[in-house]
């Protein structure tokens, strides 16, 4: 008996072994051949769970799961991968529910509380989301995950400098980290800040396409073009950084380029006029509604509150959604429903002309249904801005496709007059032929 134990647990060291070697063929077939042997040995279910989830097998990891959870109700590991799981499902209330259980278990089990985090991002809960990431740094300040999402989501939220700080202090922890030295550079407010911080990537890593794209196209910004053309006659050159560079530099008047998402707002707003109420089509949890709000006296806002209504892409169908929550916020009205439901409603009336309508919907399909609708509140003084226009995988298909078909419909020409590589986003003015 004694003998059978010991042989189990010198093959749970070496399937172990071989999974941290990312052998994994090997540590699964060893996993299955210990529980074969040992039906209730929980961390050989566990592990194999995990392996099970990386190969997207999610029946089988959920399985696993919760075979360990039915032997021990209080296994807060089975918990925190059983989230994993859901949270890749998009069953984020599942996932949520998970995380709170495993973290309730065991409190200085940090994993759970730092994957509600990411979760509770995901679901727009932003406040809750950047408590979940100050409990796990304050519990271990050198949590770099948490340091780099807590600083993405006050970027998100307008509270740069704050997000800088973070930046930096996960810098401190590790100088080369290529992911918070990318993020950083968002929040860059000058053209030699961004550059330097990219070259400093490149230096780190050779390889990394999207530093090699974003230098050829700042330098190209700025009157050098022999990177530019070098990747032009390469194979990044069908990159969608690349695609979307190549784009601007096609455009007979270049607009003006901001590094950050607030700073690209407000370049567009000192151009509007702010007498005028703003529209917006895809609010979500009002996080930019809220920002605009601030230059404007009237705001309508237009979303089911739902999420997605079809799959976007990767993106499937109910993500972003609010879960039917409409923000409540001084001076916006918001317009509950499917746009092409809600729209024809909304504009059978007659509506003020638009000062600046913010296109944040992603979809092909609701963007031409949002732009088509609301044709009569557009004229020559109204800025347009797309929220999703460039550097996607199929940027062409989506923001880009419905302004260029509507434009072509309606018999307009349309100006860009700045955009943000950053956050994706386009500012226009449209004029007739």
């Given at each position: 008996m004694n003998k059978t134990r010991l042989n189990i647990n010198e093959a749970f060291k070496l399937a172990t072994n071989f999974h941290i070697k990312n052998q994994i063929n090997n540590a699964k077939n060893l996993y299955i051949q210990i529980l074969k042997i040992k039906p209730d040995y929980i961390d050989a279910m566990?592990?194999?769970?995990?392996?099970?989830?990386?190969?997207?097998?999610?029946d089988k990891a959920i399985d696993l799961f919760k075979k360990v959870l039915n032997i021990n109700s209080n296994n807060a590991i089975a918990y925190n991968n059983l989230g994993l799981v859901y949270k890749e499902q998009n069953k984020l209330l599942d996932a949520r529910s998970c995380f709170e259980k495993a973290y309730k278990i065991n409190s200085d089990y940090i994993l759970p509380l730092y994957n509600m985090g990411i979760v509770l991002k995901l679901i727009g809960d932003y406040k809750k989301s950047k408590e979940c990431y100050l409990s796990v740094i304050k519990k271990n300040p050198n949590h770099l995950a948490s340091i780099n999402n807590l600083a993405i989501l006050l970027d998100e939220l307008g509270e740069f400098s704050?997000?800088?700080?973070?930046?930096?202090?996960?810098?401190?922890?590790?100088?080369?980290n290529l992911s918070i030295?990318?993020?950083?550079?968002?929040?860059?407010e000058d053209f030699d800040e961004a550059l330097s911080l990219i070259k400093k990537i490149h230096?780190?890593?050779?390889?990394?396409n999207k530093a090699k794209i974003m230098i050829s196209a700042l330098e190209s910004f700025n009157g050098s073009f022999d990177k530019f053309n070098n990747i032009a006659n390469s194979k990044l050159a069908d990159h969608p950084y690349f695609r979307s560079i190549k784009w601007i530099m096609s455009l007979q008047k270049k607009p003006k380029i901001f590094f950050n998402r607030l700073d690209f707002f407000d370049g567009v707003i000192k151009l509007a006029d702010k007498s005028r109420p703003f529209y917006e089509f895809g609010v979500w949890n009002g996080a930019s509604f809220k920002y605009l709000i601030n230059s404007f006296k009237k705001g309508y806002g237009f979303d089911t509150f739902t999420g997605l209504p079809e799959t976007w892409h990767n993106e499937p169908k109910g993500n972003y959604s609010n879960f039917g929550a409409v923000p409540k916020i001084d001076g916006g009205e918001f317009i509950v429903g499917k746009f092409e439901d809600s729209l024809p409603?909304?504009?059978s009336k007659n509506r003020p002309l638009a000062s600046l309508i913010n296109f944040d919907a992603d979809l092909y399909s609701s963007t031409i249904c949002a732009i088509s609708n609301s044709k009569n509140i557009i004229d020559q003084n109204t800025i347009l801005i797309f929220d999703e226009f460039i550097m996607n995988e199929n940027w062409e298909q989506d923001e880009f496709k419905a302004l260029n078909e509507f434009c072509q419909n309606e018999n307009y020409n349309y100006e860009v007059l700045a955009f943000c590589l950053a956050s994706k986003q386009v500012g226009v003015k449209l004029s007739k032929n």
């Open positions: 566990n592990n194999l769970g995990e392996l099970y989830r990386h190969q997207g097998q999610f704050l997000a800088k700080n973070y930046y930096e202090k996960g810098l401190k922890i590790d100088p080369n030295l990318w993020n950083l550079h968002i929040l860059a230096k780190i890593d050779k390889n990394h409603k909304f504009f």
